[in-house]
């Protein structure tokens, strides 16, 4: 910023040089003069300052005052006979020293209330805080519950300006019991807290007494109990809607609706209202009843009994009926158990009731028999059909076909696993034969008399596999004729079918492997081991015809090894 700018006397007006070159690069510095040799701002204030903190010897001779007086009188430090001027006191801004320093007062003004017949005025309390840093102010007004009114921050930080133009308010126009006009809203200071009394204190500020916050008439006059009164013991609906409110009587009935196509007995709950003598009928549903799960038959509503002479023909099915087209509606009074309901136009059998039912007919119509019935319930027209589950198609296992007959969802069958990890590498083999039909050509009866098989029976969950042995120039591929399966006996049920198990293979028996008939001729030694390990498994024909087989194979192969007691014989 510079000085005397533009006089009518000056005539110089050029810029000074603040561009040199030194060794060819070019440097900048800053401007010592301003435009026309006048000097800056800056140099003045700081020859100024600079001046301001030089000290001047008085003109005082040596000999007039005491020499120990005269050092204290400079405040000079002498070192080594020769007087030092002190350093000045570190310089700290304002801003710095008033930072977070802050005068609270307590406030209210008054706001007019039109068009209310309780109260003519509001009286609204406020915060007023001044920031002694940059002499601003700030008006917050605290939150009251339920007040209705937008309460917070009312004005925002600034220095508010005076009714005078061009003028602030400040902290020494600032007590207690003055008002302060801002923005056309009149505040009147009645307190303030511990650190601005002592504020005002040091500055010399005498502080005026505090007043008591007042406070709103409306809302001390919403905080207190509001009065009591007991209204009248007739009867009423406004009696009705206190007294009986919650108040459900129960029915338990059954719907005959036998008479319609595809109808049937049907159990339904009857809920009576105290609280407008209003009915609501829902029906019970039963998991995979396969009707559909939508709770309400008929939606709660006054139940008309009798309608005026003239409006018979009433539409209810599209207008609600009034007391002025019924002259008598449902009462408790006709709902009787073991007596038949018309309930627009649908009939309804009350067998049974509540607790609380009970308790409310013995109470106010002890006439009333509310005892429960035993009512025999008609079967419809498709209750009673045992349901069938279709034979075996061939795909997958009869277990997978089986679950996707009782589920929509199908879910695999449930496995034994402490069966699969006590028997997870046993495995019985026994050597078959297929049998051919007597009807059968002779041809293939001569083909198939020559082919063998290999069935193996997995004792850790009761599947059986066939393979058959290749044989050159038989017409026949050779491999797995059977995959591995639980095979079930023949004309066993399907719901409930029974399986082969190592009881049912005894030598010479047949086994009907869906269709295939075979005939066991053989088996592993180690079959005999486990027959002979469990015989309570086994019945024991079964086991003798293993012996017999098997001993005798066992003893001639004994007999040619020379005696040995460990054989392998092969199927």
């Known amino acids: 910023m510079y000085v005397n ?108 209330i039109i068009n209310s017949r309780e109260e003519k005025t509001c009286v609204r309390h406020v915060v007023i805080y001044y920031y002694l840093e940059d ?23 600034q220095r508010l300006p005076k009714r005078e133009h061009g003028k602030y308010y400040h902290w020494k126009d600032l007590n207690l019991g003055v008002d302060l006009d801002v923005y056309g809203v009149k505040y009147h200071i009645a307190q303030c807290d511990l650190f601005t009394q002592n504020f005002m204190k040091r500055q010399g500020i005498i502080l005026n007494e505090p007043e008591e916050m007042p406070e709103d008439s409306y809302i001390s006059r919403r905080l207190k109990a509001p009065p009591t009164y007991t209204t009248r013991s007739e009867f009423d609906s406004r009696y009705q809607f206190l007294h009986m409110d919650r108040k459900v009587l129960r029915f338990f009935a059954l719907w005959d609706d036998t008479e319609s196509e595809l109808g049937e007995t049907l159990p339904v709950t009857i809920h009576y209202f105290l609280v407008n003598d209003t009915v609501e009928i829902k029906e019970d549903h039963k998991p995979n009843s396969g009707r559909y799960p939508f709770p309400v038959l008929m939606q709660r509503l006054r139940i008309p009994k009798k309608m005026k002479p003239g409006h018979d023909q009433f539409p209810s099915c599209v207008m609600e009926d009034s007391n002025e087209e019924v002259e008598e509606f ?68 009869l277990e997978d076909s089986l679950q996707s007959c009782l589920s929509l969802i199908p879910a695999p069958p449930k496995k034994n696993v402490l069966k699969m990890l006590e028997n997870g590498n046993k495995v ?49 591929i050779g491999g797995g004729f059977l995959k591995r399966t639980r095979v079930p006996k023949p004309n066993s049920p399907v719901d409930n079918p029974e399986f082969y198990s ?70």
């Open 5 to 112: 700018l533009f006089p009518s006397q000056k005539t110089a007006f050029h810029r000074p040089q603040t561009l040199s070159y030194s060794r060819g690069l070019p440097l900048a510095r800053a401007p010592k003069v301003g435009i026309g040799l006048e000097p800056l701002l800056s140099e003045q204030m700081i020859n100024e300052q600079l001046s301001g903190y030089s000290y001047e010897t008085p003109d005082v001779p040596f000999g007039a005052i005491d020499s120990k007086y005269y050092k204290d009188l400079l405040n000079l430090t002498y070192n080594s006979g020769v007087a030092v001027n002190p350093s000045p006191p570190p310089f700290i801004p304002a801003y710095v020293t008033l930072d977070k320093k802050v005068l609270c007062f307590k406030a209210y003004f008054e706001e007019e």
């Open 135 to 157: 002499d601003s102010m700030s008006v917050t007004e605290p939150w009251v519950p339920n007040s209705g009114i937008l309460q917070g921050e009312r004005i925002k930080r």
């Open 330 to 397: 449902f009462s408790p009074t006709d709902f009787r158990v073991g007596e038949m309901v018309k309930i627009l136009g649908r009939r309804f059998l009350l067998y049974d009731c509540d607790e609380f039912t009970k308790e409310y007919y013995q109470t106010n119509h002890p006439e009333i028999n509310m005892k429960s019935i035993e009512v025999p319930r008609k079967m419809g027209k498709f209750e009673g059909m045992k349901k069938e589950i279709p034979p075996y198609n061939g795909f997958g296992s």
């Open 428 to 476: 019985l083999r026994y050597s078959v034969r297929m049998m051919t039909p007597e009807d059968a050509p002779q041809s293939k009866k001569n083909r198939d008399a020559d082919r063998r098989f290999i069935l193996s029976y997995y004792l850790s969950n009761d599947t059986i596999s066939i393979y058959e042995n290749p044989q050159n120039n038989s017409g026949f």
């Open 502 to 571: 190592p009881a049912d293979f005894s030598i010479g028996a047949t086994v009907d492997v869906f269709g295939h008939r075979f005939v066991l001729t053989d088996a592993d030694l180690y079959v005999l081991k486990y027959m002979e390990t469990n015989p309570s498994q086994v019945p024991l024909e079964t086991l003798d015809t293993l012996r017999q087989k098997l001993g005798t194979e066992v003893t001639l192969t004994a007999e040619e090894n020379g005696g040995a007691n460990t054989v392998e014989p092969s199927l």
